[in-house]
T-cell receptor, first 115, second 113 residues
Framework: ETGVTQTPRHLVMGMTNKKSLKCEQHLGHNAMYWYKQSAKKPLELMFVYNFKEQTENNSVPSRFSPECPNSSHLFLHLHTLQPEDSALYLC??????????????FGPGTRLLVL | AQSVTQLDSHVSVSEGTPVLLRCNYSSSYSPSLFWYVQHPNKGLQLLLKYTSAATLVKGINGFEAEFKKSETSFHLTKPSAHMSDAAEYFCVVSDLSGSARQLTFGSGTQLTV
């Protein structure tokens, strides 16, 4: 295991539901990331947090709302999603988010299905 | 702007035969390059990375990759495939965009053994 955990692993929700994805890293890192992985498409970076501050929002719709209460935890709050939001959502962490050669460590992902 | 092209969406090899997964990149600066592997229902795991030291990089599970600046390539190889190598492989380039570090992922190569 990589030291990055995600819950739940699978989630089915209706378009009017509100749910949250949780990510926790046990690596002592200071940067955390949310990615979306859709079939047949490259990984899309959604959000970046560095030392609990959001440093990047990659034009993500407001129905996705991230929260980073501390450097170890990252949430993705979901509301009024669309079927095209169905995907694998991956969380990652890295030491500081700045150096080019820095490795990101990924969690196993949450498989989301929006009905 | 940087980009990554994985030249094959699917590669199929027999167990015990060599593996070659091709990756070409474009970058304005001297990038760092990574290969990640993703097994079904798992997250991405780092196989190896190039960070401007030796051009031949050795990774886990017998994989290696060679950085060729003249060809802007970073192909992944393994001398002898194992059944457990069946997975999806992603080539990733890390570069500077303005003052910020940016990762760009390839679209992936599905390896069947």
């Amino acid at each position: 295991e990589t030291g990055v955990t995600q819950t739940p692993r699978h989630l089915v929700m209706g378009m009017t539901n509100k749910k949250s994805l949780k990510c926790e890293q046990h690596l002592g890192h200071n940067a955390m990331y949310w990615y979306k992985q859709s079939a047949k498409k490259p990984l899309e970076l959604m959000f970046v947090y560095n030392f609990k501050e959001q440093t990047e929002n990659n034009s993500v719709p407001s129905r996705f709302s991230p929260e980073c209460p501390n450097s170890s935890h990252l949430f993705l709050h979901l509301h009024t999603l669309q079927p095209e939001d169905s995907a694998l959502y991956l969380c990652a962490s890295s030491l500081s988010g700045g150096a080019m050669q820095e490795t990101q460590y990924f969690g196993p992902g949450t498989r989301l299905l929006v009905l | 702007a940087q980009s990554v092209t994985q030249l094959d969406s699917h590669v199929s090899v027999s167990e015990g035969t060599p593996v070659l997964l091709r990756c070409n990149y474009s970058s304005s600066y001297s990038p760092s390059l990574f290969w990640y592997v993703q097994h079904p229902n798992k997250g991405l795991q780092l196989l190896l990375k190039y960070t401007s030291a030796a051009t031949l990089v050795k990774g886990i599970n017998g994989f290696e990759a060679e950085f060729k600046k003249s060809e802007t390539s970073f192909h992944l190889t393994k001398p002898s495939a194992h059944m457990s190598d069946a997975a999806e492989y992603f080539c990733v380039v890390s570069d500077l965009s303005g003052s910020a570090r940016q990762l760009t992922f390839g679209s992936g190569t599905q390896l069947t053994v």
